[in-house]
């Protein structure tokens, strides 16, 4: 797992609109919230989803850009946004390269087949590329405004 104080790991992964998206891009500009999640359209997904975009202003104000990962291909993502008007940046990682990085992939094994998983996870990433807050486990409702929080401290 990773751990506050570390470098945060740099990655490049397409948005829904097949834009790339680098972690590096940010240094220097922006706090960046990277939030991992199980799949697009899941329950819990969605609330957090959701609930990440009513609170968009307040992290734009707070200098953070707010990014969810998931292991859903881009094309996916954009029904996900679309359908639900969100203003979170949705990342695809289907080839599990940065879930692996972050420690958020899970194994999973039903009937005989073996799937991935995401262990619903936040990473708060401060301007100079340092992981502020590592989060695991975390459960989507609330969740949102506690980050917001987390983010707001680091600029007191």
């Known amino acids: 797992m990773l751990t506050p104080g570390q470098a945060a790991p740099d990655f490049e992964l397409p948005d829904a609109a097949m834009d790339m998206v680098k972690l590096s891009d940010y240094r220097g500009k922006q706090q960046v919230v ?19 975009t009513d609170l968009a202003d307040h992290f734009n104000k707070s200098g953070a850009v707010v990014l969810g ?14 359908r639900h008007g969100l203003l979170v940046r949705l990342l695809s990682d289907s080839e599990t ?18 799937k991935f998983g995401t262990i619903r996870s936040t990473f708060i990433v401060d301007r100079s590329g340092t992981l ?25």
């Open 132 to 156: 502020r807050h590592a989060l695991y486990n975390v459960a989507p409702r609330g969740h949102a405004a506690d980050v917001l929080k987390l983010i707001q401290q680091l600029d007191a």
């Open 34 to 52: 990277l939030y991992f999640y199980h799949r697009d359209d899941a329950p819990g997904c969605t609330v957090e989803a959701l609930e990440f």
């Open 97 to 114: 390269e940065v879930s692996r990085r972050y420690h958020t992939l899970r194994q999973l094994e039903r009937n005989g087949v073996v």
């Open 69 to 82: 990962v998931s292991l859903d291909d881009p094309f996916c993502h954009e029904v996900f946004r679309d």
